[in-house]
């Protein structure tokens, strides 16, 4: 055996490269196959997914599924579809992600610039709060909503969001304020400027990277909540991933797969489009998130 | 001038305030309350006479928490281990200057942008064995093929497995990856200089530089193990029987429609005391070194 020439090597070099992009490839059809099937059988009729092929392409193309997923379907007892509890989550997440990336916002300003005895504890107790199974909370905070009289309503919900939020919007902008130069905020206040003349003049238009960093992060967190919409939340606040969760699992008549898939897509949406057009901040949102300190 | 001054000293903590006054209720005093009710014989509402370690003991006492305990046993090393093989071994095969890594990247991670439900809904019919890929492929002339895991009490768990891994190992794979583009270009040129293979470089030196990466992942994923309860709702709902049962699913059955709440608290303790030996530790180190930019 003689040893291996630079032609040989070079051949070895390009059937390696060739192997890393099938595996590639493969591993990018695993990740999509389940969205495929969700967007091809949401557009079949029924016949056809009972007894047809689910990975095949629609022989009749409809849009009833969709439809039917958003205005008519039986979600519960009502017939609504899940048009009003899309609605219910839009006014839940609107006003929740807003809320707490301010008070994470001014928070890591005081953290950061501010700091005071005691303030690594008060901020590891806030961040300790992140990461608690919220099963601990679901029956001190149903008694609590309902001292408060906003059991099942969507502020009940928003309220609870914002709280449970605000130790990873704190954490994001702790983390990035301590980056930016604290003589800036020592000669504006030597300047005789107030503390909060100084967040928005110095501190806010700098903080455009992790503002979207948060607020993709709050939303895409509080839109795709399950259990305090299903523990909280009644008819007219229920978010959507609740109200498709009871489209799937309803167990009387036939199973509308096809409405399923529609309504499921339906339900991704919006984190979906976020992802899409700021993906990138999004990756920087997940790795924040895990990576402290 | 002085009580002016004084004023202003005090707003930062003020604006705080209200933040931290919300997670000392929300988070350690719903503690303390679910705490107190794990002692208590409350059942269908919170009642306050006292039990002792009542609830504990027949808590430890049932089979179908011995049952929750194992799933997550299960569950939780598996997806652990696979999410983080898979999401290395991506990251090694993307990190050798993949031409194509701008569009594979997206849609490895896309996944973890969806909600449990929706990921739990796609993968209950793709799983199904009369419309999904025992379906698929007995259409395509593999009529042998079976595939029936969800619907069987032993194996349903490692469908859990599956969705799980489906939508994490993404993530994981982008921590390495970012962990990888980090590693000092000098220390491997080095390497190669000494006539180090590409497989003993990775073995050798870079794989052991990930070890904060590694452990990152262990904490991310090992919390969100033992938090998982959408997808498990969303999935089987539980079963079938109580095949794919979680301490999440558990508490929520014993507390909301079981009438057991003092059974049910103490679980929800159980679930904190896991994840608290896992994270305090992790926060203690990562945050004693001060704040990091």
């Given at each position: 055996?003689?040893?291996?020439?630079?032609?040989?090597?070079?051949?070895?070099?390009?059937?390696?490269?060739?192997?890393?992009?099938?595996?590639?490839?493969?591993?990018?059809?695993?990740?999509?196959?389940?969205?495929?099937?969700?967007?091809?059988?949401?557009?079949?009729?029924?016949?056809?997914?009972?007894?047809?092929?689910?990975?095949?392409?629609?022989?009749?193309?409809t849009?009833?599924?969709?439809?039917?997923?958003?205005?008519?379907?039986?979600?519960?007892?009502?017939a609504?579809?899940?048009?009003?509890?899309?609605?219910?989550?839009?006014?839940?997440?609107?006003?929740?992600?807003a809320?707490?990336?301010?008070?994470?916002?001014?928070?890591?300003?005081?953290?950061?610039?501010?700091?005071?005895?005691?303030?690594?504890?008060?901020?590891?107790?806030?961040?300790?709060?992140?990461?608690?199974?919220?099963?601990?909370?679901?029956?001190?905070?149903?008694?609590?909503?309902?001292?408060?009289?906003?059991?099942?309503?969507?502020?009940?919900?928003?309220?609870?969001?914002?709280?449970?939020?605000?130790?990873?919007?704190?954490?994001?902008f702790?983390?990035?304020?301590?980056?930016?130069?604290?003589?800036?905020?020592?000669?504006?206040?030597?300047?005789?400027?107030?503390?909060?003349?100084?967040?928005?003049?110095?501190?806010?238009?700098?903080?455009?990277?992790?503002?979207v960093?948060?607020?993709?992060?709050?939303?895409t967190?509080?839109?795709?909540?399950?259990?305090?919409?299903?523990?909280?939340?009644?008819?007219?606040?229920?978010?959507?991933?609740?109200?498709?969760?009871?489209?799937?699992?309803?167990?009387?008549?036939?199973?509308?797969?096809?409405?399923?898939?529609?309504g499921?897509?339906?339900?991704?949406?919006?984190?979906?489009?976020?992802?899409?057009?700021?993906?990138?901040?999004?990756?920087?949102?997940?790795?924040?998130?895990?990576?402290?300190? | 001038?002085?009580?002016?001054n004084?004023?202003?000293?005090?707003v930062?903590?003020l604006?705080?305030?209200?933040?931290?006054?919300?997670?000392?209720?929300f988070?350690?005093?719903?503690?303390?309350?679910?705490?107190f009710?794990?002692?208590?014989?409350?059942?269908?509402?919170?009642?306050?006479?006292?039990v002792?370690?009542?609830?504990?003991?027949?808590?430890?006492?049932?089979?179908?928490?011995?049952?929750?305990?194992?799933?997550?046993?299960?569950?939780?090393?598996?997806?652990i281990?696979?999410?983080?093989?898979?999401?290395?071994f991506?990251?090694?095969?993307?990190?050798?200057?993949?031409?194509?890594?701008?569009?594979?990247?997206?849609?490895y991670l896309?996944?973890?942008?969806?909600?449990?439900?929706?990921?739990?809904?796609?993968?209950?019919?793709?799983?199904?064995?009369?419309?999904?890929?025992?379906?698929?492929?007995?259409?395509?002339?593999?009529?042998?093929?079976?595939?029936?895991?969800?619907?069987?009490?032993?194996?349903?768990?490692?469908?859990?497995v599956?969705?799980?891994?489906?939508?994490?190992?993404?993530?994981?794979?982008?921590?390495f990856?970012a962990?990888?583009?980090?590693?000092?270009?000098?220390?491997?040129?080095?390497?190669?200089?000494?006539?180090?293979?590409?497989?003993?470089?990775?073995?050798?030196?870079?794989?052991?530089?990930?070890?904060?990466?590694?452990?990152?992942?262990?904490?991310?994923?090992?919390?969100?193990?033992?938090?998982?309860?959408?997808?498990?709702?969303?999935?089987?709902?539980?079963?079938?029987?109580?095949?794919?049962?979680?301490?999440a699913?558990?508490?929520?059955?014993?507390?909301?429609?079981?009438?057991?709440?003092?059974?049910?608290?103490s679980?929800?303790?159980?679930?904190?005391?896991?994840?608290?030996?896992?994270?305090?530790?992790?926060?203690?180190?990562?945050?004693?070194?001060?704040p990091?930019?």
């Amino acid at each position: 055996m003689s040893t291996p020439s630079p032609d040989n090597a070079a051949n070895i070099n390009k059937l390696a490269r060739g192997l890393i992009y099938i595996a590639l490839i493969l591993f990018a059809i695993y990740y999509l196959l389940p969205l495929y099937v969700m967007v091809v059988n949401s557009v079949k009729p029924l016949s056809e997914i009972r007894e047809g092929n689910m990975l095949s392409l629609p022989s009749v193309l409809t849009f009833e599924p969709w439809f039917t997923a958003w205005s008519t379907a039986q979600i519960g007892v009502q017939a609504t579809g899940l048009k009003p509890y899309f609605m219910n989550s839009i006014l839940m997440v609107v006003p929740a992600v807003a809320i707490s990336t301010l008070l994470g916002a001014l928070n890591g300003f005081v953290l950061t610039k501010w700091r005071f005895r005691g303030d690594n504890l008060v901020f590891g107790l806030m961040l300790l709060a992140c990461f608690i199974p919220f099963q601990i909370a679901l029956i001190p905070a149903a008694r609590i909503l309902g001292l408060l009289g906003i059991a099942g309503t969507t502020q009940g919900l928003v309220l609870i969001h914002v709280v449970y939020g605000l130790g990873f919007t704190t954490l994001f902008f702790r983390n990035y304020y301590a980056a930016f130069p604290t003589e800036l905020v020592k000669a504006a206040q030597i300047d005789g400027a107030s503390f909060f003349q100084i967040f928005r003049r110095i501190l806010l238009p700098s903080s455009g990277p992790i503002i979207v960093v948060t607020v993709i992060w709050q939303f895409t967190n509080i839109w795709n909540d399950f259990l305090f919409g299903a523990s909280f939340g009644d008819f007219d606040s229920q978010p959507m991933t609740v109200a498709l969760n009871n489209l799937v699992s309803s167990s009387s008549g036939v199973k509308e797969y096809n409405v399923h898939f529609a309504g499921a897509i339906l339900a991704a949406l919006p984190t979906l489009v976020v992802y899409v057009v700021s993906g990138r901040y999004f990756v920087r949102g997940l790795m924040a998130g895990a990576v402290k300190g | 001038m002085l009580t002016r001054n004084r004023l202003q000293d005090a707003v930062p903590r003020l604006v705080l305030a209200p933040s931290f006054a919300a997670i000392l209720l929300f988070v350690y005093g719903f503690i303390l309350y679910t705490g107190f009710l794990s002692l208590t014989d409350s059942k269908m509402l919170p009642s306050y006479g006292f039990v002792g370690l009542e609830n504990y003991r027949k808590l430890w006492a049932l089979p179908h928490w011995w049952r929750a305990l194992t799933n997550l046993g299960i569950f939780g090393s598996l997806y652990i281990i696979i999410c983080s093989v898979l999401g290395l071994f991506l990251a090694i095969l993307l990190d050798q200057k993949i031409r194509a890594e701008g569009f594979l990247r997206p849609i490895y991670l896309y996944p973890m942008a969806l909600s449990f439900i929706v990921t739990g809904t796609a993968w209950k019919w793709f799983l199904d064995p009369g419309i999904g890929l025992q379906n698929t492929m007995h259409l395509w002339g593999w009529e042998s093929f079976t595939f029936t895991w969800i619907k069987d009490r032993n194996l349903a768990i490692y469908c859990v497995v599956i969705a799980a891994v489906w939508q994490s190992s993404g993530f994981v794979m982008a921590m390495f990856l970012a962990g990888l583009r980090g590693v000092d270009n000098e220390i491997i040129k080095a390497a190669q200089i000494d006539g180090a293979s590409t497989m003993t470089i990775y073995r050798r030196i870079i794989i052991p530089l990930m070890r904060p990466v590694f452990l990152s992942a262990f904490v991310v994923l090992a919390h969100l193990a033992i938090k998982s309860y959408d997808l498990v709702v969303a999935l089987t709902g539980g079963g079938p029987g109580q095949a794919t049962e979680l301490p999440a699913t558990f508490m929520y059955s014993y507390t909301f429609t079981r009438n057991s709440m003092g059974i049910g608290a103490s679980s929800a303790i159980i679930m904190l005391v896991m994840i608290f030996s896992i994270i305090i530790p992790y926060l203690y180190s990562e945050l004693r070194g001060g704040p990091r930019a």
